[in-house]
Nanobody, 119 residues
Framework: QVQLVESGGGLVQAGGSLRLSCVASGSTFSIKDMAWFLQTPGKRRELVAILRYGGSTNYADSMKGRFTASRDNAKNTIYLEKDNLEPEDTGVYYC?????????????WGQGTRVTVSS
């Protein structure tokens, strides 16, 4: 099994910056793609970016140009960054992993880290 732990959330003023981390542990050899998701208040959880094991990153259309995601396979860690935070960036950010144990899709999830952007 794979365990995912996000960190870096908190209360941030509008215009500030965000840097989140997600560290994987356990059977990390089984991890294929990883991803960031965002759940804003009153909305469904939505994809921010998929970080492929091979190094490429695919952003959801609505997230392009807003966030920068990166992955460090040696550290079993993915990151999510954003400058110029806006109140609409408030929400819970989750990381997820697709593992070779699953049937496809993201089968391991972190608990999420909450980000609140104050205006």
């Amino acid at each position: 099994q794979v365990q995912l732990v996000e960190s870096g959330g908190g209360l941030v003023q509008a215009g500030g910056s965000l840097r989140l981390s997600c560290v994987a542990s356990g059977s990390t050899f089984s991890i294929k793609d990883m991803a960031w998701f965002l759940q804003t208040p009153g909305k469904r959880r939505e994809l921010v970016a998929i970080l492929r094991y091979g190094g490429s990153t695919n952003y959801a259309d609505s997230m392009k140009g807003r966030f920068t995601a990166s992955r460090d396979n040696a550290k079993n860690t993915i990151y999510l960054e954003k400058d110029n935070l806006e109140p609409e960036d408030t929400g819970v950010y989750y990381c997820a992993a697709e593992t070779s144990y699953g049937l496809g899709g993201f089968d391991s999830w972190g608990q999420g880290t909450r980000v609140t952007v104050s205006s």
